[in-house]
C-alpha cells in the first residue's frame, strides 16, 4: 500500500506520504498545517535562525536521533539553544550550564520546536502525539509505557498540555498511553488549541531544580506490564 512506502531516486529518500499506523485525515491535517506555517513563517523563522547564529554560534540547528513509530530512529531537528561546553574530561557539562539565555527564551516560548516542521513534512513526525525522547529510555520502559510509540510523536501532546515537565515521568508516560487510546481528530485539535495558550503562559517549562527534566532512569521492575 501507499501508505507503507518509502521509495528512492536518483539517490534522495522521499517522505512517506501516510506513514504506517497514521490515520490519513490526521495526515493530511499535519501536512496543510505545516506547507501553510512554513509560508507564514519562513520569515519569522529566517530572523530566529540569525539570532541563533548569532548568540549561540554554529550549527543553527541541533539535530539528534530519537524513537519513532514503534520505536524506529529519526533525526529530530531543533534551534540550538545550548553551548558545547565540557570539563577538563571532555564530558558535556550539565543543561543548565550550557543553556544560553537566548537559549532560555527559545525553550520557554517553544520557538526551538519550530524546525521540527521539517520532521511532520517528511512523515517522522506529528503536530500533536507522544514527545519523542532519548533513544536510551526504549530498553527502561515499561510494556505499557512503550506502547506510547505506537502512534507517530508529536510538537505537543496530552502530557504536554498536562503538565510538560512540570509532572513525574509515570505521569507523562500514562497521559502519553491514555492518548494512545483515545486518538480523534477533535482531541488533536483541542490538545493544539490548549498548547497555544500553555506557550502564552510559559508553564510546565520546567522542573524544580533542573533547566528543563531530569533524566528518565527506568521503573523498578521494568518487566511490569
Known amino acids: 500500500m501507499l501508505s507503507h512506502l518509502n521509495?528512492?531516486?536518483?539517490?534522495?529518500?522521499?517522505p512517506m506520504i501516510f506513514?504506517?499506523?497514521?490515520?490519513?485525515?490526521?495526515?493530511?491535517?499535519?501536512?496543510?498545517?505545516?506547507?501553510?506555517?512554513l509560508i507564514l513563517l519562513s520569515p519569522f523563522l529566517l530572523i530566529i535562525a540569525i539570532l541563533v547564529w548569532i548568540k549561540n554560534g554554529r550549527p543553527i540547528l541541533y539535530k539528534q536521533q530519537r524513537p519513532g513509530y514503534k520505536g524506529k530512529p529519526f533525526s529530530i531537528y531543533k534551534?540550538?539553544?545550548?553551548?558545547?561546553?565540557?570539563?577538563?574530561?571532555?564530558?558535556?557539562?550539565p543543561d543548565s550550564e550550557r543553556l544560553t539565555g537566548f537559549g532560555r527564551f527559545l525553550r520557554s516560548t517553544s520557538l526551538?520546536?519550530?524546525?521540527?516542521?521539517i520532521n511532520i513534512l517528511k512523515g517522522e513526525m506529528s503536530?500533536?502525539?507522544?514527545?519523542?525522547?532519548?533513544?536510551?529510555?526504549?530498553?527502561?520502559?515499561?510494556?505499557?509505557?512503550?506502547?506510547?510509540?505506537?502512534?507517530?510523536p508529536?510538537?505537543?501532546?496530552?502530557?504536554?498540555?498536562?503538565?510538560?515537565?512540570?509532572?513525574?515521568?509515570?505521569?507523562?508516560?500514562?497521559?502519553?498511553?491514555?492518548?494512545?487510546?483515545h486518538w480523534n481528530?477533535?482531541?488533536?485539535?483541542?490538545?493544539?488549541w490548549i498548547s497555544v495558550w500553555k506557550v502564552l503562559r510559559r508553564e510546565g517549562i520546567s522542573q524544580d531544580g533542573h533547566a528543563t527534566a531530569d533524566e528518565f532512569m527506568g521503573n523498578d521492575n521494568p518487566l511490569q506490564p
Not at 521509495?7 to 522521499?14: A, C, D, E, K, L
Not at 534551534?79 to 557539562?93: I, N, S
Request: proline share 5%.
Open 7 to 14: 521509495y528512492t531516486q536518483s539517490g534522495r529518500i522521499f
Open 19 to 37: 506513514p504506517p499506523g497514521v490515520h490519513a485525515i490526521k495526515r493530511l491535517f499535519d501536512l496543510a498545517i505545516s506547507l501553510a506555517g
Open 79 to 93: 534551534f540550538r539553544t545550548m553551548m558545547d561546553k565540557r570539563d577538563l574530561a571532555g564530558k558535556l557539562l
Open 112 to 117: 526551538d520546536e519550530l524546525p521540527e516542521i
Open 127 to 152: 503536530w500533536v502525539g507522544p514527545r519523542p525522547l532519548l533513544m536510551q529510555y526504549l530498553e527502561r520502559y515499561s510494556k505499557e509505557q512503550m506502547r506510547r510509540h505506537d502512534v507517530l
Open 154 to 181: 508529536g510538537i505537543t501532546g496530552w502530557a504536554q498540555v498536562n503538565g510538560r515537565n512540570a509532572i513525574s515521568w509515570q505521569d507523562k508516560f500514562r497521559l502519553d498511553v491514555w492518548y494512545v487510546d
Open 185 to 192: 481528530f477533535w482531541l488533536d485539535f483541542r490538545i493544539l
